[in-house]
């Protein structure tokens, strides 16, 4: 692998951290995810661009009147990430802004390594033209759609309110300390949160599940008679005590098996909480074996 691929791989989580900085300081983030996965999988994507840039020539990708940017392969994931944000209400300007911040970030860790100056100059031409081609791509991408008459202006306003609005109830649920699933109407695996997923993948990033784009498919693999017991009942909730070994160790859970409460039947399906009760469940135990004394 090229050293200068080596150095980027080994520092994407300061590369997440310096671009995340920045955003905070320039008010970015009022528009962009809360959580540090959604960070860390722009600049995978954008190191990826790098890399495969690399393999191909190590030399600066210098730019060509004639050079189709929009189907240039180093420019790939600046054309998607500019369809994505485009539809959430994003402008060229807002995109393009935090993405000059994007690139100062990754000159910024060239400026902090002691590599001889011939190296690191090769290295700062190179980022730039890769950087420069991702921006033509994106802008010339923006440039086919007609985003200037006033229904488009409204309906950005709309979707930065609605992005918004999801991010936040997005953190709220990565936030919540206990473990919440919601399975979809047959009983998989639809969502989790950090907790969640924590206990189930021994993966504790926030938004590690929500953005890993994995389908519905991935049965619960817990306490399926209780769940069957549930349905059979029709029941709104119920609640229960289970036992699961996590760890190497018993963990004792309060269990809620509640429905998604939504009458218009468009967010159907189940969620299910777990309430950590394992410190009072052995206090418990020392009490009825005599193990504490009065």
């Given at each position: 692998?090229?050293?200068?691929?080596?150095?980027?791989?080994?520092?994407?989580?300061?590369?997440?951290?310096?671009?995340?900085?920045?955003?905070?300081?320039?008010?970015?983030?009022?528009?962009?995810?809360?959580?540090?996965?959604?960070?860390?999988?722009?600049?995978?994507?954008?190191?990826?661009?790098?890399?495969?840039?690399?393999?191909?020539?190590?030399?600066?990708?210098?730019?060509?009147?004639?050079?189709?940017?929009?189907?240039?392969?180093?420019?790939?994931?600046?054309?998607?990430?500019?369809?994505?944000?485009?539809?959430?209400?994003?402008?060229?300007?807002?995109?393009?802004?935090?993405?000059?911040?994007?690139?100062?970030s990754y000159l910024d860790l060239l400026?902090?390594q002691e590599l001889e100056s011939t190296?690191?100059?090769?290295?700062?031409?190179?980022?730039?033209?890769?950087?420069?081609?991702?921006?033509?791509?994106?802008?010339?991408?923006?440039?086919?759609?007609?985003?200037?008459?006033?229904?488009?202006?409204?309906?950005?306003?709309?979707?930065?309110?609605?992005?918004?609005?999801?991010n936040q109830f997005l953190t709220i649920?990565?936030?919540?300390?206990?473990?919440?699933?919601?399975?979809?109407?047959?009983?998989?695996?639809?969502?989790?949160?950090?907790?969640?997923?924590?206990?189930?993948?021994?993966?504790?990033?926030?938004?590690?599940?929500?953005?890993?784009?994995?389908?519905?498919?991935?049965?619960?693999?817990?306490?399926?008679?209780?769940?069957?017991?549930?349905?059979?009942?029709?029941?709104?909730?119920?609640?229960?005590?289970?036992?699961?070994?996590?760890?190497?160790?018993?963990?004792?859970?309060?269990?809620?098996?509640?429905?998604?409460?939504?009458?218009?039947?468009?967010?159907?399906?189940?969620?299910?909480?777990?309430?950590?009760?394992?410190?009072?469940?052995?206090?418990?135990?020392?009490?009825?074996?005599?193990?504490?004394?009065?």
């Open positions: 692998m090229h050293p200068l691929a080596l150095l980027l791989r080994d520092h994407e989580g300061w590369l997440m951290r310096r671009v995340r900085d920045y955003a905070i300081e320039r008010d970015y983030t009022r528009y962009t995810s809360t959580l540090e996965e959604a960070w860390r999988v722009s600049i995978v994507g954008l190191t990826d661009s790098i890399c495969a840039a690399l393999e191909l020539s190590a030399e600066p990708w210098e730019l060509g009147p004639d050079d189709d940017f929009v189907h240039d392969p180093v420019a790939a994931f600046g054309v998607l990430e500019a369809q994505k944000h485009r539809t959430r209400g994003i402008t060229l300007e807002m995109f393009l802004g935090l993405m000059k911040y994007y690139r100062q400026a902090d190296i690191i100059r090769k290295y700062i031409r190179f980022i730039e033209r890769v950087f420069d081609r991702i921006e033509i791509a994106f802008c010339a991408e923006w440039s086919r759609s007609n985003f200037t008459n006033t229904a488009a202006h409204e309906l950005q306003e709309a979707n930065r309110r609605i992005t918004n609005e999801k649920f990565e936030s919540l300390p206990i473990p919440v699933f919601l399975l979809n109407d047959r009983l998989r695996v639809n969502q989790m949160n950090q907790a969640a997923s924590k206990l189930l993948l021994s993966k504790g990033r926030a938004g590690s599940y929500y953005y890993s784009g994995r389908a519905a498919d991935a049965p619960f693999p817990w306490f399926g008679h209780e769940v069957g017991e549930f349905l059979a009942a029709d029941e709104h909730e119920r609640n229960f005590f289970a036992t699961l070994t996590v760890d190497g160790g018993e963990h004792r859970y309060r269990v809620s098996l509640r429905w998604m409460q939504d009458i218009s039947k468009k967010f159907t399906g189940m969620i299910v909480s777990m309430n950590d009760i394992t410190e009072q469940w052995r206090l418990e135990q020392k009490q009825a074996t005599g193990g504490l004394s009065e």
